[in-house]
């Protein structure tokens, strides 16, 4: 079920910087996911995402986020120069045992992988997945920097537009717990504007 990134992110160790999102040249055309950032860090940052790229996986997002399931979700996984990771709405929430965060999606089913030639670059957000392609639920995850190594592998779902300083302020975890944060910033709330 959406337990993550296990295989394919966590023996990576190097990484390019790459610019910034707006580099991109994405337009922000939406629909937008806003996600609003507490904890440690606080403000807030603004995903376009890509439903011409990946429908299924917007899809998901959107839906879960209408129904405020990535509510109090925390950034379980925070690999410094690489990614954060989030969007485990079964075991991460917030003020609860947040111990198997990274192991659990949604009910809803596992979707299918909607690869694309999209790269990973900063600000780049994808699904993350186990070991199977087909096995991304719920959870997702923003890079910090470029990673080239996960192009084509993992479906890219959107690009930061705004507040990559916001993300780039979010709690780090114990680089020997591949990336496990203790007391973790959390999405507070997460919405869709069109």
């Not at 075991?91 to 596992?110: I, V």
């Not at 993350?128 to 890079?143: E, H, L, T, Y």
């Amino acid at each position: 079920m959406g337990g993550l990134l296990g295989v394919g992110l966590a023996f990576v160790s190097g990484f390019a910087l790459f610019s910034g999102a707006e580099a991109q040249g994405q337009d922000g055309a939406g629909p937008n996911l806003v996600l609003t950032i507490g904890g440690s860090t606080t403000g807030s940052i603004t995903i376009d995402l890509f439903d011409d790229v990946a429908p299924q996986h917007v899809a998901r997002i959107t839906e879960l986020a209408r129904e405020g399931a990535y509510d109090n979700v925390v950034f379980h996984r925070v690999i410094d120069g690489f990614m954060a990771q989030t969007g485990d709405v079964e075991f991460g929430k917030a003020g609860g045992d947040t111990a198997r965060a990274g192991m659990g999606g949604s009910s809803k089913p596992d979707l299918a992988a909607e690869f694309s030639d999209r790269p990973f670059v900063r600000g780049t957000v994808g699904m993350a997945r186990s070991a199977s392609p087909d096995s991304a639920n719920s959870q997702f995850f923003i890079m910090f920097d470029a990673a080239p190594h996960l192009n084509g592998g993992y479906t890219v779902v959107g690009q930061v537009v705004d507040g990559m300083n916001v993300v780039d302020a979010i709690k780090k975890g114990d680089q020997r717990q591949n990336g496990a944060v203790s007391q973790p910033d959390m999405i507070t709330k997460a919405t869709v504007q069109p």
